[in-house]
C-alpha cells in the first residue's frame, strides 16, 4: 500500500509541478525576453518625420502616423533607446521607428532611416 501511495504522490507532484503549454504556446528559450514564455514579437514600425532633435535631452520631436498602442497620428516628443541615434538625425528626415513605453515615457526602441 505505501508503495502505491508514494507512487501515486510522486505522479502527483510531477504532474503539478512540470510546466504545460497551450497547444500554440511554445518553451521559453533563452531569447525568449520573458515575455509569458514566449519570445517577444516584433514591434511594429511606424512612419515618421524629424521635426527637432534635442540632442542635450536626449529626446527627438516626431510627426507620426497612428502608433500600434492606440495612439492617433500626431506630432510629439520622444525618448530615444539610444543617445547615439540623435546624432545621425535632423529635422526633415523621415524615419520607421517603434516606440514603447519605458519607465513611463513613450520611447523611441526601434529605428530606421528610410
Request: glycine share 8%; charged share 20%.
Amino acid at each position: 500500500m505505501k508503495t502505491v501511495l508514494s507512487m501515486t504522490l510522486a505522479a502527483l507532484v510531477a504532474a503539478t509541478t512540470m510546466p504545460t503549454f497551450a497547444a500554440n504556446e511554445k518553451p521559453q528559450t533563452a531569447d525568449a525576453h520573458h515575455h509569458g514564455g514566449q519570445a517577444a514579437a516584433p514591434a511594429a514600425l511606424t512612419e515618421g518625420l524629424v521635426k527637432k532633435v534635442d540632442k542635450t535631452a536626449g529626446r527627438v520631436t516626431l510627426s507620426h502616423g497612428p502608433l500600434p498602442n492606440g495612439m492617433p497620428a500626431m506630432t510629439m516628443m520622444f525618448r530615444v533607446k539610444d543617445p547615439a541615434w540623435l546624432d545621425q538625425l535632423k529635422a526633415g528626415d523621415q524615419i520607421l521607428f517603434a516606440a514603447e513605453q519605458v519607465n513611463g515615457v513613450m520611447t523611441v526602441v526601434e529605428l530606421k532611416r528610410k
